[in-house]
């Protein structure tokens, strides 16, 4: 039998039943459309992540009180180190870091905002220095970013990201009217483009002032400061200026050599890092919670390929007895299992792809279906078929021609 032949008898076989074969396929089409939907949105959320909320350039690193914590014991142990203060940053600031080119700091916390009779409960205020700004090269829709002067003149002034214009200034230019933030009058000198929201992470929901403001009117006796320092050449001297500011912390805060550093360090590698094994994580047990689905729709090709071959008994013996080869039997119920699991395939495709998109338009949940997620759906699909159909096939083959042709 050759190949179009092969074909056209598994598709009348299909077609001979085509409400049976579309529910046989539901166990497929449900297990692809939901690894194809995984597989998008873990997908997009990587791109977005690694473009959009990890934004620390490969030469800017941040020190901090509690770094990246792995677990309840790096959690606790980070609660007792002393917080990073003023006079540690002025110290890093002053010109004695040979290996780093800019030093900034931060610090902030969620506040109520007010402009007339308009309120937000709260919004994330954060007081930076002056030159914030350059380190992470920020743009502006209009306006401009605070300068040193008015850092350390300590004048209240404020750059305000898009979601905060929008509330408090919608179809108005900001830029020169003032908000308060809890009840301190600030004038709006800056409005940042509008940069995403999507996966907790609001980007233009943020009101920066100058640092010198924040500590003399919001900052808390204990609060820690986070400081943003730039490696002086680039990302080769990024593990040298590391170093230098480690020697430095440690030596500040007479931090005996065999105990370990009492702040953190982020990098753009280490964020990077623990999203991929945060995400692995959940891609492995959604991998593993479809996998079960694909598994019982094998398992229900395989019951009806059984069935077929008990209903077909006759059929397998008379081809047999014109000529048809054993292999000839077993690769045309192989064929049919292939085929009716990669039909299960492409529609789950299609409802997986739907449903990446679907979520990506209602919750601004970044997805996106590539060509290889496509592919994989569909040969995944087809192998189980595959699979399913090696058992009916190898029986149908085997049968004894004389006793299939006298079967009722």
Do not use: C
Request: glycine share 8%; charged share 20%; no cysteine.
């Amino acid at each position: 039998m050759n190949p179009t032949e092969l074909f056209r008898a598994s598709f009348r076989a299909i077609r001979a039943h085509t409400l049976r074969s579309f529910l046989t396929l539901l166990g497929v089409i449900i297990g692809v459309a939901t690894i194809v939907a995984v597989v998008g949105v873990i997908s997009g959320l990587n791109t977005y992540v690694k473009e959009k909320i990890i934004v620390l350039a490969p030469d800017v690193y941040v020190v901090q009180k509690f770094g990246i914590i792995r677990s309840r014991r790096e959690f606790i142990d980070a609660l007792k180190r002393p917080p990073i203060t003023w006079q540690e940053y002025q110290r890093l600031s002053s010109g004695i870091l040979k290996e780093s080119s800019q030093v900034s700091a931060a610090a902030g916390n969620s506040m109520p905002v007010q402009s007339g009779d308009r309120h937000l409960d709260s919004i994330a205020v954060i007081g930076i220095t002056s030159n914030f700004a350059d380190l992470f090269n920020l743009e502006f829709e209009a306006g401009r970013f605070f300068s040193d002067n008015e850092d350390q003149g300590a004048l209240n002034v404020a750059v305000i990201g898009a979601n905060t214009r929008e509330e408090l200034f919608p179809h108005l230019d900001p830029v020169g009217r003032t908000i308060l933030i809890r009840g301190l009058p600030f004038r709006v000198i800056g409005l940042m483009p509008k940069q995403g929201r999507s996966i907790g992470f609001n980007q233009d929901g943020r009101i920066y002032i100058p640092l010198q403001v924040y500590r003399k009117n919001f900052m808390a006796s204990n609060e820690s400061l986070e400081l943003q320092i730039k490696a002086r050449n680039g990302v080769e001297g990024l593990d040298a200026s590391m170093d230098e500011v480690r020697a430095l912390f440690r030596a500040m805060r007479h931090t005996s050599f065999r105990n370990p550093d009492p702040f953190g360090l982020l990098t753009q590698e280490s964020l990077q890092e623990l999203w991929k094994t945060i995400s692995s994580a959940a891609f492995i047990l959604l991998m593993l919670i479809s996998s079960v689905s694909l598994g019982v729709g094998g398992i229900v090709i395989m019951n009806i390929m059984l069935v077929s071959v008990v209903e077909r008994t006759q059929e397998i013996g008379v081809r047999m007895a014109l000529g048809a080869r054993k292999r000839d039997i077993r690769y045309q119920f192989l064929l049919e299992a292939a085929l009716l699991s990669a039909a299960g395939g492409v529609i789950g495709v299609l409802v997986g792809s739907l449903g990446a998109f679907t979520v990506r338009a209602l919750a601004d949940f970044p997805a996106q279906i590539t060509p290889g997620i496509v592919l994989v759906g569909i040969l995944l699909s087809t192998l189980v078929g595959l699979a399913a159909g090696f058992l009916p096939a190898y029986r149908a083959s085997n049968l004894v021609v004389i006793d299939a042709i006298r079967a009722e």
